[in-house]
């Protein structure tokens, strides 16, 4: 079975720094990895997705992240974080091979200060 | 807008009575989910239907919950004699076939007091 850990639950951060959050995935196969961004009062919304090729990918609002394939890691990053990122991010995973379901991370909530 | 819709957004429940929610998906999309998510934890995944074929169920969903998606559109996810560890936010997501991006609509969520 396949399983998501988020190394970090919260992480406060002031504008303009850097972030960096972790994930890392069990599963022995090939892999799609998905990074999901849940702002306050809103629903789940997909930031950045790895299927394969080029294991940097790039997302939306600046978001990119690696796919480090011997550490089963799959990083969340951007340069400069701003006020409006503050949201719980959630990185997931999926079977290779179909439409299957996702395993979730328990999410990271970030808080950026001005 | 075209997203998913989740019906209610949110139901207060006693104990032992039954539950229903529904889930409208993105027209074009032919596989529906559903998911359950507590507090501090990410969505776990229930059950998964192509079309109208439920084609994989989670151990988490016990014989008092019941999923269909009848004519392969709208789903709805049944909970009977509710209990108060069903209390969770109930996520529905979809995608089409040709791609594996799940998009997720706003939630219901249950409280059963």
């Known amino acids: 079975a396949q399983s998501v850990s988020q190394h970090n639950h919260h992480v406060i951060l002031s504008e303009a720094a850097s972030l960096e959050l972790g994930c890392n995935y069990s599963?022995?196969?090939?892999?799609?990895l998905f990074w999901y961004v849940q702002y306050p009062g809103q629903h789940l919304q997909l930031l950045l997705k790895?299927?394969?090729?080029?294991?940097l990918v790039k997302g939306i609002k600046g978001f990119e992240a690696e796919f480090i394939k011997s550490k089963f890691s799959f990083n969340l990053r951007k340069p400069s974080v701003q006020w409006s990122d503050t949201a719980e991010y959630f990185c997931?995973?999926?079977?290779?091979?179909?439409?299957?379901?996702?395993?979730f991370g328990t999410g990271t909530q970030l808080k950026v200060e001005l | 807008d075209t997203g998913v819709s989740q019906d209610p957004r949110h139901k207060i429940t006693k104990r032992g009575q039954n539950v229903t929610f529904r889930c409208d998906p993105i027209?074009?999309?032919?596989?529906l989910y559903w998911y359950r998510q507590t507090l501090g934890q990410g969505p776990e995944f229930l059950t998964y239907?192509?079309?109208?074929?439920?084609?994989?169920k989670s151990r988490l969903l016990s014989d008092r919950f019941s999923a269909e998606r009848p004519k392969g559109s709208f789903s709805t996810l049944e909970i009977q004699r509710t209990e108060q560890g069903d209390s969770a936010m109930y996520l529905c997501?979809?995608?089409?076939?040709?791609?594996?991006?799940?998009?997720f609509g706003p939630g219901t969520r249950l409280t059963v007091t």
């Open positions: 997501a979809s995608s089409a076939d040709v791609t594996y991006e799940q998009y």
């Open positions: 599963y022995g196969g090939t892999v799609n």
């Open positions: 997931a995973v999926n079977a290779g091979g179909g439409g299957n379901k996702l395993t």
């Open positions: 027209s074009e999309h032919n596989r």
């Open positions: 790895y299927f394969s090729g080029d294991p």
């Open positions: 239907f192509q079309n109208e074929a439920q084609l994989e």
